[in-house]
């Protein structure tokens, strides 16, 4: 079964701190893996996908099938990174995705 | 571009009553996905509509029904309200279908009395 897991519902770290927000996933097939952002009073939004290997707003994320993961990082937290945050997969058909609970991420300045 | 709309953006009905939230794409966009987020289950694939032909469909019971018209806008109903059905109501556009980039409109807050 698909299934998408963020083990940490909230994180804290203090600004310049690493931050790494964990994501693991269970799918039957090759999924494409999203980390999606929802900032205070905003919209959710796309942050990466790993097909692009983009580094945004400092933020990477490596997939690894081998321990069906998609770990979020950033080498050093700021303050406006503090939102929730959601790891995301969808198969190859159709616009099917699932979402895990979401991390709400605290940076303390 | 202008974003996702929603509307109407809240909503307080009954048991037993009916509701049918709408959702405008991005010009251009043909794919619209429906999700519920609640706190406890988080977000949660209802529907995808694409070119007005449901695509894909989420494990929910058949009280909730969408369908799409030529304009790409989307509706979403649901019947026979329960009060688990509270929740916010998220509609998402984009410009294909298979594995695109999300867009999401503000949401439809559900109340259910």
């Known amino acids: 079964a698909q299934r998408v897991t963020q083990p940490e519902k909230l994180l804290s770290v203090f600004k310049g701190a690493p931050v790494e927000l964990k994501c693991n996933y269970s799918?039957?097939?090759?999924?494409?893996l999203f980390w999606y952002v929802q900032y205070s009073r905003q919209r959710l939004q796309l942050l990466l996908r790993?097909?692009s290997r983009e580094s945004i707003k400092g933020f990477t994320a490596d997939l690894n099938k081998g321990e069906t993961s998609f770990h979020l990082k950033k080498p050093f937290a700021q303050e406006e990174d503090s939102a929730m945050y959601y790891c995301?997969?969808?198969?190859?058909?159709?616009?099917?995705?699932?979402f895990g609970t979401g991390t709400s991420l605290t940076v303390i300045p | 571009k202008a974003g996702v709309t929603q509307t109407p953006r809240y909503l307080i009905k009954t048991r037993g009553q009916q509701v049918t939230l709408s959702c405008s794409p991005i010009s251009g966009h043909r794919s619209v996905s429906w999700y519920q987020q609640t706190p406890g289950q988080g977000l949660q694939f209802l529907f995808e509509?694409?070119?007005?032909?449901?695509?894909n469909k989420g494990n929910f019971p058949g009280r909730f029904s969408g369908r799409q018209f030529s304009n790409s806008r989307s509706e979403m109903n649901v019947s026979t309200l329960e009060l688990g059905d509270s929740a916010l109501y998220l509609c998402?556009?984009?410009?294909?279908?298979?594995?695109?980039?999300?867009?999401f409109g503000p949401g439809t807050r559900l109340t259910v009395l």
């Open positions: 998402a556009s984009s410009a294909r279908t298979g594995s695109d980039t999300q867009y």
């Open positions: 509509y694409f070119s007005e032909t449901q695509r």
């Open positions: 790993h097909i």
């Open positions: 799918y039957s097939g090759s999924p494409e």
């Open positions: 995301a997969l969808s198969g190859r058909t159709g616009n099917q995705f699932y």
